[in-house]
């Protein structure tokens, strides 16, 4: 079995309700004689010693920065990241989710991160929460397959789903940072779209959807709109009717800046 079935029939184990590994035969641990494996201590020391110091002379942030910056398009920005090495999420997923819908689009939508049907497919947005924000979007004539002034672009704040869907950790963030803001300079959209608390939390440094969507702000230097996400619509549709004027606010601005 390969890393991958091994990983997807842990997953679903759990789903099922799984809580223990009970092996074909009992084991009695009791009877079980503890054997340390015979490492010369002295010899391995100072290897595993020099590999610690050298594991904690490593900045990951400054590493993905350095990467991120050496990337001069968006090609070179995928493959950048999928050769970064220092984030445990990438271990655990079967794609990097890099973007979807087109580079140039005068709008980029940025999510959390990669589901399991994202993780699957490879492309943001394409489980139930993305049918949903395909029909928000066609509602103001915006799509992610459009041509022009009606496109969209589309990525994560991580490109990498995290295991059982759990928020990112804050050094996860502060990885992933680097590569977003780069991803952001690269596909120039005019405006950006923050969709949830963790896209808010990496872009603007503050949480608080309820409070912050619909209000307009500023990040990287462009006109930021934050929106409750669709899987948050989905599980409380009462607030869809706040994601429709907000919608028809994105809407207007974009018609009032292309006068
Ligand atoms: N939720 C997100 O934030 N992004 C996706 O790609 C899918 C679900």
């Not at 991160?113 to 994202?118: I, L, S, V, W, Y």
């Not at 799509?143 to 059982?164: C, E, F, H, K």
């Not at 939390?201 to 608080?208: D, F, M, P, S, V």
């Amino acid at each position: 079995m390969d890393w991958h079935a091994a990983r997807a029939a842990l997953e679903w184990q759990v789903e099922m309700g799984v809580t223990e590994a009970i092996s074909d035969a009992p084991i009695n641990r009791f009877e079980q004689v503890a054997t340390p494996a015979k490492v010369p201590v002295a010899a391995a020391r100072p290897v595993s010693d020099a590999l610690v110091a050298q594991q904690d002379a490593i900045d990951p942030v400054a590493v993905a920065e350095a990467a991120a910056r050496g990337a001069g398009d968006l090609a070179a920005l995928q493959d950048a990241m999928a050769a970064y090495p220092h984030c445990e999420l990438q271990k655990g997923a079967r794609n990097l989710v890099f973007c979807d819908g087109i580079a140039g689009a005068r709008v980029m939508i940025i999510g959390e991160a990669p589901g399991r049907e994202e993780d699957r497919v490879g492309k943001p947005f394409v489980g139930r929460a993305g049918k949903l924000l395909d029909r928000m979007l066609a509602a103001i004539d915006l799509g992610r397959d459009r041509d022009a002034d009606a496109a969209v672009y589309i990525t994560n704040v991580l490109p990498w789903r995290p295991p059982q869907n759990r928020d990112p950790k804050p050094d996860e963030m502060a990885m992933t940072l680097p590569f977003l803001k780069r991803h952001i300079a690269l596909a120039q959209p005019d405006l950006l779209v923050v969709m949830g608390n963790i896209s808010c939390q990496a872009l603007l440094g503050k949480r608080g959807i309820t409070r912050l969507r619909g209000q307009w702000t500023e990040a990287v230097g462009r006109p930021v709109l934050p929106m409750f996400h669709p899987a948050y619509l989905l599980r409380n549709p009462a607030a869809k009717r706040e994601a429709w004027a907000d919608l028809l606010d994105l809407q207007a601005r974009l018609h009032k800046k292309k006068a």
